[in-house]
């Protein structure tokens, strides 16, 4: 279909990171089965680095992907850098998403920010509340 | 592997079809509004194309008013019914919460203007009562339309016996017979109907082209202003080749109706039955007073854009009325008009047969969905929660 790029068409058929950590040092989960999409990130966190992370989606095709490449682009990474990861590195990153798409790929990014900040309340990091937004679900369809 | 089983959104040419057009377009291809030999062998074609589907329909030529779709149809019944009652102070229509967008945009248009719009309920089995129908008709309604199979659900709707309510209380009544046509057997006298549309490419027709049928003394609203055609009721050239293309395809879909009517339930309540195996899965729409190439599922815990994307990689082209494939916000109106809320309509798939599929295209069906499904199921944290027990099933 020509809906999607090769990119988006590639991490929707095979989703890299699926699944579960069952010990997760922190977990995101965003969006709202009403709307169509929920994203569940876990993360497993060492040294502060994100040695691991698994995600599951509930969605569209370019939800299961943009979730699949918001992973890839995080693992291995220092926390404070995924925690500037942003939508429109995921966008770039799969040869973009079609414009009602773009919400997916800011699920993906709202998903790994409550992950994270799932990790330092678990573990008493002090943080800046304002880098993490208020509304949990991706604001896309907060008026339905 | 090629499988369509989306002949709902459209079909694939008839050989009749192809064929009957291809002279209109190589050496008969003069304006039937012209005066010279050559336009008025257009015309004749015209004039015939008129005649047989007519006589498909059990109705004059004259009734018969080319449009460019069904869509179009839809929209010049309603128009000009409400015209017609609004000259007599009428301005109430009645119709159901889950006709095609083509009458429920129309419908709010003239809400705009003024009329008072009533929606019936369709129940969870995705059919209205006639009594809705005559509880809701009032002094000033000047217009019930009920389409006659819904495109989702293919759920068959009491046509007859809302057109006899109509005609009791003097209503003008409308049907909005596209999934219907060539698949299902009409006859506007008998089922009372006074305005029927359809469109040509739901039954091996060409895209492009539809009809109306108007019964004589219903004044059509002209929609597109411009020449005389269609006694001045539908400007603009004739499309000749596709109305001589609807004309035989409407002949050879009425010619085997109950053949392929026959093959195609027989295939539609295998696919149903292996459907169903899958758990948490329920078919919308009742069981058997469904069009007969028509099969509607939900299915919790997975959405449908991605279930429609793997099946296509599986080679089956199917379609879904979740959000994401609808370009809004909001899954199917038709679902939810049948009472699924929207985290299970997100989660539908539509499947539509031709007479050209077999048995062991369905089979293979079965297996994908089964598959596809399943797959989906496991990567879903909707999913995880209902089995765990953290979340209540919907759909036991």
């Given at each position: 279909m020509a809906l999607y790029s090769d990119k988006v068409m590639d991490h929707f058929r095979n989703?890299?990171?699926?699944?579960?950590?069952?010990?997760?040092?922190g977990i995101g989960e965003v969006g709202n089965a009403k709307c169509g999409d929920i994203m569940k990130i876990y993360l497993k966190i060492e040294n502060d680095i994100i040695v691991d992370v698994k995600f599951e989606t509930f969605g569209c095709g370019s939800a299961i992907a943009s979730s699949s490449m918001a992973t890839e682009l995080i693992k291995g990474k220092p926390v404070s850098q995924a925690l500037e990861l942003t939508n429109k590195a995921v966008v770039e990153a799969l040869d973009g998403l079609p414009a009602h798409k773009l919400h997916c790929s800011v699920l993906a990014e709202e998903a790994i920010k409550a992950a994270l900040k799932d990790y330092y309340d678990k573990n008493g990091i002090e943080y800046d509340h304002s880098q993490f937004p208020d509304c949990e679900s991706c604001g896309h369809c907060c008026e339905v | 592997m090629h499988i369509y089983l989306d002949n709902a959104a459209t079909t694939k040419m008839s050989k009749a079809a192809i064929e009957a057009m291809l002279p209109y377009m190589d050496?008969?291809?003069?304006?039937?509004?012209?005066?010279h030999s050559a336009g008025q062998r257009a015309n004749e074609a015209l004039a015939e194309s008129r005649e047989r589907i007519a006589k498909q329909l059990g109705?004059?030529?004259?009734e018969i008013t080319f449009t460019s779709g069904g869509s179009e149809a839809d929209n010049q019944a309603i128009i000009s019914a409400a015209r017609i009652g609004e000259k007599k102070g009428k301005k109430h229509i009645i119709s159901t919460a889950f006709e095609h967008h083509a009458v429920l945009h129309t419908l709010n248009k003239l809400e705009k203007e003024g009329f008072e719009i009533t929606l019936l309920d369709v129940h969870e089995n995705g059919i209205v009562l006639p009594e809705q129908v005559a509880n809701a008709?009032?002094?000033?309604?000047c217009l019930v339309t009920v389409m006659y199979?819904?495109?989702?659900?293919g759920t068959i709707q009491p046509i007859k016996e809302i057109g006899q309510i109509c005609r009791e209380n003097g209503v003008l009544f409308h049907t909005d017979a596209v999934q219907a046509a060539g698949h299902l057997r009409i006859d506007v006298k008998e089922q009372n109907i006074d305005m029927l549309s359809l469109s040509a490419h739901k039954f091996h027709g060409p895209k492009g082209i539809g009809a109306l049928y108007a019964k004589k003394g219903v004044r059509l609203t002209g929609l597109i202003e411009g020449g005389a055609q269609e006694r001045g009721k539908r400007a603009g050239t004739e499309n000749i080749p596709a109305i001589v293309g609807m004309a035989a395809a409407l002949e050879e879909a009425c010619a085997h109706i109950d053949n392929s009517a026959r093959k195609m339930t027989a295939l539609r309540d295998r696919l149903i039955a292996g459907i169903s195996e899958i758990p948490h899965s329920v078919l919308n729409g009742d069981a058997k007073k469904r069009l007969p190439g028509n099969v509607n599922f939900c299915f919790e815990g997975i959405e449908g854009e991605s279930l429609l994307l793997l099946l296509d990689d599986k080679g089956i082209c199917a379609s879904s009325g979740s959000a994401c494939t609808s370009g809004s916000?909001?899954?199917s109106h038709v679902l939810l008009a049948i009472g699924r809320i929207h985290d299970i309509a997100h989660g539908s798939l539509r499947l539509t047969l031709s007479e050209e599929n077999t048995q062991e295209e369905i089979e293979y069906t079965i297996n994908a969905v089964k598959e596809v499904v399943a797959y989906l199921r496991s990567i879903s944290p909707v999913w995880r929660d209902l089995v765990s027990g953290k979340k209540e099933f919907i759909i036991k």
């Open positions: 989703p890299r990171n699926v699944g579960v950590i069952e010990d997760a040092d | 050496t008969v291809y003069g304006n039937p509004s012209s005066l109705c004059d030529a004259q008709i009032r002094e000033d309604t199979a819904n495109n989702e659900i916000l909001d899954p």
